[in-house]
Nanobody, 122 residues
């Protein structure tokens, strides 16, 4: 059974930083592209950032350019999302995702985590 378990969410002030982690099990992690999506209240889920299976290529939404980075540790089956200079509009549930297609998009995700809430106060 595939599991993607996010951690690291919480409440942070605008301008602050958070680091999310996603621990994967039940799949051959190094074969999968890994990414993060988010869904704010009342809005559709949207792509944030992703890394290819090797980690050598990443792509991201324009809204997080220069502020968010993704990294992965294939030895630990874990992907990370470093979020800096957070803004209130970054408030959302953040979902870890795994999929065979890169660049990643909503319709290419094969597995989802349950999400972790990030709240950025102004």
């Amino acid at each position: 059974q595939v599991q993607l378990v996010e951690s690291g969410g919480g409440l942070v002030q605008a301008g602050g930083s958070l680091r999310l982690s996603c621990a994967a099990s039940g799949l051959t992690f190094r074969y999968y592209n890994m990414g993060w999506f988010r869904q704010a209240a009342g809005k559709e889920r949207e792509f944030v950032i992703a890394a290819c299976w090797s980690g050598y290529s990443t792509h991201y939404a324009d809204s997080v350019k220069g502020r968010f980075t993704i990294s992965r540790d294939n030895a630990k089956n874990t992907v990370y999302l470093q979020m800096n200079s957070l803004k209130p509009e970054d408030t959302a549930v953040y979902y870890c995702a795994a999929g065979p297609i890169y660049p990643m998009a909503l319709n290419g995700v094969e597995y989802w985590g349950k999400g972790t809430l990030v709240t950025v106060s102004s």
